[in-house]
């Protein structure tokens, strides 16, 4: 990790496998779908607090290295003379001690249309209909309406990532933060990596976008989703129709708040796709 670090975060089905595909194209870059670094974390945090009794010998400053540290030992023989990028949904609501550990940092942000995520989670399930999915426990039992209400909840793979990102985007830390929404990967791949290629204060590299792939099968048949983190070889567009009932659909279209003419208060940078 000896060339520094950037997280990649923001909403499940929104292109962060895919954003992540793409960079990794570039040999002095290591990126990949969610790391156990983000667990791992979370895990020392609650070592180091005060429900463990002996947290009183553990100062401030011995906290910082420890969690510093689990950076730099994760990837020091992985990939030490690669600029790193680290993907977890939970970096957003870390970012007061991410940007301390690591001021040069900035948290990409993968974001979409919340129907097209639970349209997108939804069309996975019914695509794989002889599989019961982790995602929702195992049940049986399920519809698209408990499916979605699962999901939805402040606990839930969507709502969570979705508040985190809330809490993140109006924080004073916002300004690390670089938001791609997926219309825009998808609908102009080289020129929003270009962007992001400037933003981060990265030389240009010349990536295939007709030659992308990236899927962690092993994973996926493991949660009972086959097929979530695979990566189309072709970064393209693809319209279809919702597979959602419409009462569901029309829940969620209001919910892509960094839109709001008023909401970017802390100049977030945001990538859109420009028609």
């Known amino acids: 990790m000896q060339n520094g670090i950037h997280f990649i975060s923001g909403l499940p089905r929104s292109g962060s496998t895919l954003l ?11 990126a990949g779908m969610t790391s156990p670094v983000g667990s791992m974390y ?9 429900r463990n009794e002996t947290a009183v010998f553990i100062d401030e400053q011995q906290r910082r290295d420890v969690l510093k540290g689990l950076f730099t030992n994760f990837y020091s023989r992985i ?22 550990l690591f001021p040069e940092a900035r948290i990409v942000c993968c974001v979409r249309n919340i129907a097209w995520i639970m349209d997108s989670i939804e069309r996975l399930v019914r695509k794989n209909a002889f599989e019961l999915s982790g995602m929702f426990g195992f049940d049986p039992g399920s519809t698209v309406y408990t499916r979605v209400n699962q999901i939805a909840r402040s606990e839930g793979m969507v709502g969570y990532a979705l508040d985190a990102l809330r809490e993140g985007f109006f924080s004073e830390q916002a300004p690390r933060m670089i ?3 997926y219309q825009a990967l998808a609908k102009a791949p ?3 990596i270009a962007h992001l290629y400037r933003l981060l204060g990265q030389p240009l590299f010349a990536h295939d976008f007709d030659n992308v ?8 048949i493991a949660l009972g989703a086959p097929g979530l983190h695979t990566v189309r070889r072709k970064v393209e567009w693809i319209e279809r129709p919702t597979v959602l009932p419409p009462d569901i659909f029309q829940r969620f279209l209001g919910d892509m708040f960094w839109r709001e003419p008023d909401a970017n208060v802390r100049g977030v940078s945001i990538i859109q796709f420009q028609e």
């Open 213 to 220: 792939e990236y899927e962690a099968e092993n994973f996926d």
């Open 79 to 100: 990939h030490a003379e690669k600029l790193v990028f680290d993907t977890n949904r939970l970096w957003c609501a870390k970012l007061p001690g991410l940007t301390q």
């Open 42 to 50: 979370m895990a020392l945090e609650g070592a180091m607090s005060r």
């Open 179 to 181: 938001l791609i929404e």
């Open 190 to 192: 080289q020129e929003t």
């Open 20 to 30: 992540a595909a793409i960079l990794r194209q570039n040999p002095y870059f290591h």
